[in-house]
């Protein structure tokens, strides 16, 4: 039997909790998550500071083209990184409402006496298959694949298209960094530490030494990260499903119907952190089976 999920409502009103700018997005309060984010925002704003100001706009003159395209290309990344963040920390992940294992609630969704249901001890919710509680944000989230402090939010079923985005979108970022540090320091190797850079020797070194091993730091995190997900989504099982090693009692869906049901049908806005996946394919998930 199959109930739908949107049916389930408490019929409490809409539930404030986790919820900000006038219940418009989903925020968890958590200081160890919020001081990560803090952080990633700071990190972005040193990679934007030394790339313009130490890198590109000193060579403006000397190389116009090399210094725009790379221009164009940098901030294009720093800002898809940036909203793909903002999406993954401020989307509801597949949040279970809270209390709604009552007994009218119960019967309402057709369960008979005797029937065998999941029901989570700590938010008091009927638990719908695959979704796993989450001590920071405090709810159980349906498909939840981890818990990151970096966007301050589980990666689950709603939100998992954009975190794969800010891994994807950081990665490159990384990437092209190392190769306009190394640029740059062939060039000031080659020419004069002097000249080279607006800063002193001895600054335009520090900078730049920072600046690759953040690259490199951020670079080798995300690419795994992004391997590890992408593995997840083709193989139709979440990060904590597989530390598990939790049998697969639903069914498992094919590698293009399991990227469908995080991305969408295929077009270009899965590249698009401004794009919802198309509901239509997420809708299986929607229901508890019994
Ligand atoms: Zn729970
Ligand atoms: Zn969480």
Redesign the pocket.
């Known amino acids: 039997m199959h109930y739908s999920y949107s049916s389930l409502s408490t019929g409490a009103g809409v539930d404030q909790h986790n919820r900000c700018l006038g219940n418009r997005a989903w925020c968890?309060k958590d200081i160890c998550g919020i001081v990560c984010v803090i952080m990633t925002w700071l990190l972005i704003l040193f990679a934007e500071f030394v790339v313009c100001g130490l890198i590109l706009l000193p060579n403006y003159d000397n190389n116009t083209v090399f210094s725009s395209v790379n221009m164009i290309i940098f901030q294009a990344l720093a800002f898809l990184a940036f909203v793909s963040h903002l999406r993954t920390m401020l989307s509801d992940?597949g949040a279970v409402p809270r209390g709604n294992a009552t007994k009218e609630m119960i019967e309402q969704m057709g369960y008979r006496e005797g029937q065998m249901f999941y029901k989570c001890p700590k938010c008091c919710s009927i638990k719908p298959d695959r979704a796993h509680h989450?001590?920071?944000?405090q709810?159980c989230?349906r498909k939840?694949d981890h818990?990151c402090p970096w966007v301050n939010?589980?990666v689950g079923e709603n939100n998992q298209k954009y975190f794969v985005l800010f891994t994807f979108y950081i990665a490159s970022i990384s990437v092209h960094t190392l190769f306009l540090v190394m640029t740059q320091f062939a060039e000031c190797v080659k020419s004069d530490w002097r000249t080279c850079s607006p800063y002193s020797p001895p600054a335009t070194i520090f900078l730049m030494l920072f600046l690759t091993f953040e690259g490199l730091m951020f670079g080798i995190f995300t690419i795994i990260m992004l391997a590890t997900q992408l593995n997840a989504i083709l193989n139709d099982q979440t990060g904590i499903e597989q530390l598990k090693k939790e049998e697969a009692r639903w069914a498992k869906k094919s590698r293009l119907k399991s990227i469908q049901s995080v991305f969408g049908r295929f077009s270009l806005a899965w590249f698009s952190p401004f794009t919802e996946p198309s509901c239509r394919h997420k809708f299986n998930s929607h229901f508890y089976s019994v």
């Open positions: 968890v992940p989450c001590s920071v944000c709810r989230i939840m818990h939010n589980c």
